[in-house]
């Protein structure tokens, strides 16, 4: 426990939040968000709004339709049209293809059979896994084939010994964590996304979380994969071990590409220990300056068992706790706190951690950084906190369109970028501008609110805040990749000679281009 300037005792909360099992979330957003959307609340295609010309590929046939359900049988091949709308709208629905077959491999040999094939007849496909990103990188432009991981579901072994979990690329990063659980192991990724997101498309776009600060990215952690290429090709990189520094690392070339080098099947993965204490710190403060400040002070006191450092302004937290009922663990203002963090450290002996915690929360008061807290080591009161964090990007989709920005920022500058955006959009029409993120690895997601998609608005915000964000050198992109609508601001991030190289790989890998075109480079080279 710690205290307040006032002399009042720090609380151990009773939170109270509804929550949704992730198996019912999941379900409401792969069935009730798409099939209950009309056509005038669906987002215009794709193709109309931002103008895409269709690249040189084949129309789908009988023919082809007759040899893809042969391959897999007609239970795995879905062409019904409002079946396959849920395949064709991303999960913030601010992207929409055209794509009317959608196939459900269970192997390896069936992605290579589907990819000979349609590399053979100049067809398009779209990999697709939990569908949970920001930038369209998992929804069809046109009307390319789908290919649907979610069947690829199998663990394949867990190393308890050398912590390391094999698996196929459609299993759900929750039901991973929770299987390496009952070994002792833990994910060394955690998303909010947790219950609907599958592995294979958080290591095809190097996916970071809410504990990179501790465990580091997905490059770090995959010791290999296996992966299918355009011409169906099957690329065997299922390392397991920890050091293997012989030649090329080809995995990495599938780690972040998105899918439009290869389609990742299998991965190894590196798991930490399941840790024997976790502490949570919910934390509000009246200026950013004294988020820095306690940054660097929760850096110096908690070191090796700081886990997770999450910041959010008042508005993100607020609609979170509106939309779900939720409540705020920390009352000793009405009105609120103008930031909040949400700290998390993890370690091996809960007295030792709990102390150490509680010293920081009492150096933090006594430095006049933090206004108010709550400390908590209770397992469920730790899960009723991080959903207040978790649920800001779900809770954001309900106030109408939301324009969302996943960037990468020097940390002096993490909270200027929402300040920039409010003045840029001071006259207009907005429902709310919010920022929150992971304020440990300088990942901010920015979030303009508005009733509905309005282009002035679009134009107003970009290139403004990739142009901001690459002024101060940071990232276009953090942790979600570039996607389908960040390919024309990837030069912002990287340098022509790496871009050239990019298309270079591209053209090597897949020479017709059929790998989830319109993705990543733009526009696209011809050899």
Same mark, same amino acid.
């Not at 609120?336 to 949400?342: C, E, K, R």
């Not at 369109?401 to 200027?416: A, E, H």
């Given at each position: 426990?710690?205290?307040?300037?006032?002399?009042?005792?720090? $609380?151990?909360?009773?939170?109270?939040?509804?929550?949704?099992?992730?198996?019912?979330?999941?379900?409401?957003? +792969? /069935?009730?968000?798409?099939?209950?959307? #009309?056509?005038?609340?669906?987002?215009?295609?794709?193709?109309?709004?931002?103008?895409?010309?269709?690249?040189?590929?084949?129309?789908?046939?009988?023919? $082809?339709?007759?040899?893809?359900?042969?391959?897999?049988?007609?239970?795995?091949?879905?062409?019904?049209?409002?079946?396959?709308?849920?395949?064709?709208?991303? $999960?913030?629905?601010?992207?929409?293809?055209?794509?009317?077959?959608?196939?459900?491999?269970?192997?390896?040999?069936?992605? @290579?059979?589907?990819?000979?094939? %349609?590399?053979?007849?100049?067809?398009?496909? %779209?990999?697709?896994?939990?569908?949970?990103?920001?930038?369209?990188?998992?929804?069809?432009?046109?009307?390319?084939?789908?290919?649907?991981?979610?069947?690829?579901?199998?663990?394949?072994?867990?190393?308890?010994?050398?912590?390391?979990?094999?698996?196929?690329?459609?299993?759900?990063?929750?039901? =991973?964590?929770?299987?390496?659980?009952?070994?002792?192991?833990?994910?060394?990724?955690?998303?909010? /996304?947790?219950?609907?997101?599958?592995?294979?498309? %958080?290591?095809? !776009?190097?996916a970071g979380g809410l504990r990179l600060l501790r465990y580091g990215n997905l490059h770090g952690n995959i010791l290999g994969l296996e992966a299918v290429k355009a011409n169906g090709d099957v690329v065997d990189c299922l390392n397991t071990l920890k050091k293997n520094n012989t030649g090329y690392h080809l995995k990495h070339l599938f780690i972040g590409s998105e899918g439009t080098?290869?389609?990742?099947?299998?991965?190894?993965?590196?798991?930490?220990?399941?840790?024997?204490?976790?502490?949570?710190?919910?934390?509000?403060?009246?200026?950013?300056?004294?988020? =820095?400040? #306690?940054?660097?002070? /929760?850096?110096?006191?908690?070191?090796?068992?700081?886990?997770?450092?999450?910041?959010?302004? &008042?508005?993100?937290?607020?609609?979170?706790?509106?939309?779900? +009922?939720?409540?705020?663990? =920390? !009352?000793?203002?009405?009105?609120? $706190?103008?930031?909040?963090?949400?700290?998390?450290? *993890?370690?091996?002996? @809960? *007295?030792?951690?709990?102390?150490?915690?509680?010293?920081?929360?009492?150096? /933090?008061?006594?430095?006049?950084?933090?206004?108010?807290?709550?400390?908590?080591?209770?397992?469920?009161?730790?899960?009723?906190?991080? *959903?207040?964090?978790?649920?800001i990007s779900e809770a954001v989709l309900f106030e109408g369109y939301v324009f969302k920005y996943d960037i990468s920022i020097p940390l002096p500058y993490f909270y200027k970028v929402i300040e920039a955006v409010r003045d840029r959009l001071h006259n207009q029409r907005i429902t709310r501008i919010s920022g929150y993120g992971h304020m440990g690895d300088g990942n901010i997601h920015?979030?303009?609110?508005?009733?509905?998609?309005?282009?002035?608005?679009?134009?107003?915000?970009?290139?403004?805040?990739?142009?901001?964000?690459?002024?101060?050198?940071? @990232?276009?992109?953090?942790?979600?990749?570039?996607?389908?609508?960040?390919?024309?601001? =990837? *030069?912002?991030?990287? !340098?022509?000679?790496?871009?050239?190289?990019?298309?270079?790989?591209?053209?090597?890998?897949?020479? &017709?281009?059929?790998?989830?075109?319109? &993705?990543?480079?733009?526009?696209?080279?011809?050899?």
């Amino acid at each position: 426990m710690g205290f307040r300037p006032d002399g009042s005792r720090l $609380h151990a909360i009773d939170t109270r939040v509804t929550m949704f099992s992730r198996v019912q979330l999941r379900a409401f957003c +792969n /069935a009730s968000t798409f099939r209950g959307l #009309t056509e005038k609340t669906k987002p215009p295609f794709t193709s109309d709004r931002y103008k895409v010309q269709r690249g040189p590929y084949a129309r789908i046939t009988s023919e $082809h339709r007759a040899f893809l359900g042969d391959l897999l049988g007609p239970q795995r091949v879905i062409s019904d049209p409002d079946e396959c709308e849920g395949y064709n709208i991303d $999960h913030t629905r601010i992207v929409r293809g055209k794509s009317n077959l959608v196939l459900k491999p269970k192997t390896t040999e069936e992605v @290579s059979s589907i990819l000979k094939y %349609c590399n053979e007849n100049q067809l398009a496909v %779209c990999p697709q896994s939990g569908n949970t990103g920001l930038v369209g990188g998992s929804v069809p432009v046109f009307d390319e084939i789908v290919i649907s991981m979610t069947l690829m579901n199998k663990i394949i072994a867990t190393d308890q010994m050398a912590g390391v979990l094999t698996c196929d690329a459609g299993c759900v990063l929750e039901d =991973l964590d929770n299987h390496l659980g009952t070994v002792g192991l833990m994910m060394p990724i955690d998303l909010g /996304a947790k219950g609907s997101c599958l592995i294979g498309g %958080c290591v095809s !776009t190097n996916a970071g979380g809410l504990r990179l600060l501790r465990y580091g990215n997905l490059h770090g952690n995959i010791l290999g994969l296996e992966a299918v290429k355009a011409n169906g090709d099957v690329v065997d990189c299922l390392n397991t071990l920890k050091k293997n520094n012989t030649g090329y690392h080809l995995k990495h070339l599938f780690i972040g590409s998105e899918g439009t080098l290869g389609i990742v099947t299998k991965v190894a993965i590196q798991c930490p220990t399941l840790p024997k204490a976790i502490n949570v710190a919910f934390l509000g403060l009246d200026s950013f300056e004294k988020v =820095l400040k #306690t940054f660097q002070l /929760a850096k110096r006191e908690l070191g090796e068992i700081l886990s997770s450092y999450e910041m959010m302004d &008042k508005l993100s937290l607020d609609v979170s706790i509106s939309q779900f +009922n939720l409540k705020s663990p =920390l !009352t000793s203002k009405t009105d609120g $706190h103008d930031f909040y963090i949400l700290l998390e450290t *993890s370690g091996s002996n @809960s *007295s030792h951690d709990e102390e150490k915690l509680a010293t920081f929360v009492e150096k /933090a008061l006594a430095e006049d950084m933090i206004e108010d807290g709550t400390l908590t080591s209770d397992p469920a009161k730790v899960k009723n906190i991080w *959903s207040l964090r978790e649920r800001i990007s779900e809770a954001v989709l309900f106030e109408g369109y939301v324009f969302k920005y996943d960037i990468s920022i020097p940390l002096p500058y993490f909270y200027k970028v929402i300040e920039a955006v409010r003045d840029r959009l001071h006259n207009q029409r907005i429902t709310r501008i919010s920022g929150y993120g992971h304020m440990g690895d300088g990942n901010i997601h920015v979030q303009i609110s508005i009733p509905s998609y309005d282009r002035d608005i679009a134009m107003l915000l970009e290139p403004f805040i990739f142009e901001y964000v690459s002024k101060l050198r940071g @990232s276009v992109s953090a942790e979600h990749g570039i996607g389908f609508m960040k390919t024309k601001y =990837l *030069s912002m991030s990287r !340098t022509p000679s790496e871009i050239e190289l990019m298309h270079n790989l591209k053209n090597m890998m897949d020479p &017709k281009g059929i790998l989830n075109p319109y &993705k990543v480079l733009h526009p696209p080279k011809t050899s």
